[in-house]
C-alpha cells in the first residue's frame, strides 16, 4: 500500500505560480511512473502531467504545457508539480498518484491517489 500526501496548494491570482509536492511512503519509489491529475467541481478527473521512475521523461495535458512542469526527487520520495502563469480555469483539486505503466495518462492506470489539494486562481 503505498500513500502520497499532497501538500502546496493555495489561492492565488492570476498570473501568479504555484508548487505542489507529492510525498510516497513506498521505498520502491523509483519504480513507479508518478502522475498529476485535476478535479473540478461537476468535471471529471483530468490529467495533468506525468513523468517516469527516473524522471526523465515528462508528458503534459495540452491545456498546462508550457506552464506547468514535473519534477521527482527520489531521495526525496517527493514529485512536484511547478505551476506558472496560472489562470482561473486551473482552479481544482490536485491529486497525485503512482502508475506501472509507463508515462500513463490514464486515471484507471494508476493504481494509488493521494487526498489532494485545492487550487483556486482568481482572476
Known amino acids: 500500500q503505498v500513500q502520497l500526501v499532497e501538500s502546496g496548494g493555495g489561492l492565488v491570482q492570476a498570473g501568479g505560480s504555484l508548487r505542489l509536492s507529492c510525498v510516497a511512503s513506498?521505498?520502491?519509489?523509483?519504480?513507479?511512473?508518478m502522475g498529476w491529475f485535476r478535479q473540478a467541481p461537476g468535471k471529471e478527473r483530468e490529467f495533468v502531467a506525468t513523468?517516469?521512475?527516473?524522471?526523465?521523461?515528462?508528458y503534459y495535458a495540452d491545456s498546462v504545457k508550457g506552464r506547468f512542469t514535473i519534477s521527482r526527487d527520489n531521495a526525496k520520495n517527493t514529485v512536484y508539480l511547478q505551476m506558472n502563469s496560472l489562470k482561473p480555469e486551473d482552479t481544482a483539486v490536485y491529486y497525485c498518484?503512482?502508475?506501472?505503466?509507463?508515462?500513463?495518462?490514464?486515471?484507471?492506470?494508476?493504481?494509488?491517489w493521494g487526498q489532494g489539494t485545492q487550487v483556486t486562481v482568481s482572476s
Open positions: 498518484a503512482t502508475a506501472t505503466i509507463y508515462l500513463a495518462i490514464r486515471p484507471s492506470h494508476y493504481n494509488y
Open positions: 513523468c517516469s521512475g527516473n524522471g526523465r521523461s515528462t
Open positions: 513506498e521505498r520502491t519509489f523509483t519504480t513507479y511512473t
